[in-house]
């Protein structure tokens, strides 16, 4: 018998029991929905609905359910339908009839999205933690690699020469927007759906505002209605958690790169690699690659609670059991591929010659010869075309374009460009990625990942 039984003459369809039940899963909320219940009853009590003596036996029998779940004795009924249901039972079972008052005023509909806001509230700081040890350990390796040099490339062709350390620094600006995403959600979904019951609210004298403090939201609802069907929460947490993907993606594409024969740029320490059940040589980068591959299920997952939610007239519908799913999903993988990320930085060889010996391509320094042109007054396109026009003599002739500036009766003046590094240093204008600019980045980054952690602890 389920809890809303004294309606109906007939017990649900196995069928339907397997479609609906949600224990399976939702009993992951048992913490967050008891955070809700507790805070629940003391507004009931504040209301006059609940007696001292009555308060303190649902709170003792809520501790104990909370108990039981944290040290694995909490035995699932076959009639619990839902983790809601299923502490209630068990609160009823302990307290006896005054469990009966529990769900006064209440609504599952209300319960559930109170519950899932409290457990997306903590989600989102968890993610964000793990989204700042990635941004540590990224921030670590630039640390110990100040002088490793590599090509900036634009379409994957040789562009200029970067610090190693700005371009991984790249990164960890991304990922202090990811973080700076999950907080914005974060503050927006502290609106407490509490009181507003199945979709009309109560006759009973409940104050929604108060649980709303117990519960530590900004305030209550406005709106009934749209208390107990918005989920945009759950939608906004699920891009937070797909563009944190999307960047551990294009980390995990550049680590698979960085790692082959073919660029040479960088070795994952074994513990990070698999090989390969045939052929005895390979070394495959299956960290990088899984953080690559496990990106479709994030996006997955945020397209389907958007598909799920456009059709859905006012107010709760029973699809909307359908956003718990996705949300434990995102939030398991993204924990799972930043930590992973974050460990495989730590455990990587920079292999600094390789990435020096391929930014010192002597074709980069083009754009330096053109730019001392122009220092000394030339237009730009001019200088552009005079440059241009000599890559390609020495392209077609088989040639250094070196060889072809020191025999040019008026570029020969700047053939130091072509000493090792040099370009490199030239690149100085702010933000750039020479050594000079990116002492200026470095503090910014550092401000930033400091009021990043200030504001993941709620400060
Ligand atoms: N398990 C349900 C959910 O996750 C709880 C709400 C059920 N409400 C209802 N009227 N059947 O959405």
């Known amino acids: ?12 369809d ?20 008891i955070i809700g219940s507790k805070a629940h009853i003391e507004g009931l009590h504040k209301s006059g609905l609940l007696t001292g003596s009555e308060l303190g036996v649902l709170t003792e029998a809520l501790d104990t359910v909370a108990g039981e779940f944290a040290n694995g004795t909490f035995e699932r009924r ?53 989204v700042l040890a990635l941004v540590q350990s990224l921030r670590d390796l630039a640390d110990n690699h100040p002088a490793s040099y590599l090509p900036g490339y634009t379409h994957l062709q040789r562009a200029q020469p970067v610090l190693l350390s700005h371009h991984l620094q790249a990164h960890c600006f991304a990922l202090l927007r990811d973080i700076d995403r999950a907080m914005d959600a974060r503050h927006r979904l502290l609106i407490s759906p509490l009181g507003a019951g199945a979709v009309a609210g109560s006759s009973l004298p409940l104050d929604p505002h108060y649980t709303a403090t117990q519960l530590g939201f900004r305030r209550a609802f406005a709106n009934s209605m749209d208390a107990t069907s918005d989920r945009d929460f759950v939608a906004e947490a699920l891009f937070v958690f797909a563009m944190m993907g999307v960047h551990f993606s294009r980390l995990g594409e550049e680590l698979v790169l960085w790692t082959t024969s073919e ?22 980068s299956d960290v990088a690659e899984l953080a690559r591959g496990k990106t479709g299920r994030l996006v997955g997952n945020l397209t ?19 956003d718990k799913e996705p949300l434990f999903d995102s939030l398991r993988t993204v924990t799972l591929v ?8 730590g455990s990587l060889t920079i292999h600094s010659d390789t990435m020096a010996r391929a930014a010192d391509d002597e074709l980069l320094v083009a754009i330096d010869i053109a730019e001392e042109l122009v220092a000394n007054g030339h237009p730009f396109r001019e200088a552009h075309e005079t440059v241009g026009s000599l890559v390609g003599q020495a392209v077609r002739e088989g040639v250094t374009l070196e060889s072809l500036v020191r025999e040019h009766p008026t570029l020969k003046q700047y053939a130091g460009l072509f000493a090792p590094g040099e370009s490199l240093a030239r690149r100085r204008s702010p933000g750039a990625s020479g050594p000079s600019a990116y002492r200026v980045q470095g503090y910014q980054l550092a401000g930033d990942v400091d009021a990043a952690e200030r504001r993941v602890r709620g400060e």
């Open 78 to 130: 076959s009639s619990d339908e839902d983790i809601h249901m299923a502490i209630e039972r068990r609160v009823t079972e302990i307290a006896g009839s005054v469990g009966g008052k529990l769900h006064t005023g209440r609504s599952r509909n209300d319960q559930v999205a109170t519950t899932l806001r409290l457990f997306t509230r903590d989600a989102l700081t968890d993610a964000a933690e793990t």
């Open 1 to 12: 018998m389920t809890l809303w039984g004294g309606r109906f003459d007939a017990s649900m």
């Open 263 to 284: 660029f040479g740029f960088a070795s994952l320490d074994d513990r990070f690699t698999t090989g390969s059940s045939m052929l005895p040589q390979k070394k495959n």
């Open 304 to 322: 389907g609670l958007l598909t799920m939610l456009k059709g859905l007239p006012l107010a709760y519908n029973r699809d909307l059991q359908e």
């Open 14 to 33: 196995e069928t339907l029991w397997n479609l609906s039940e949600s224990y399976s899963f939702d009993r992951a909320l048992y913490r967050h929905d």
């Open 338 to 345: 930043g930590r992973a990320l974050a460990a495989a930085y």
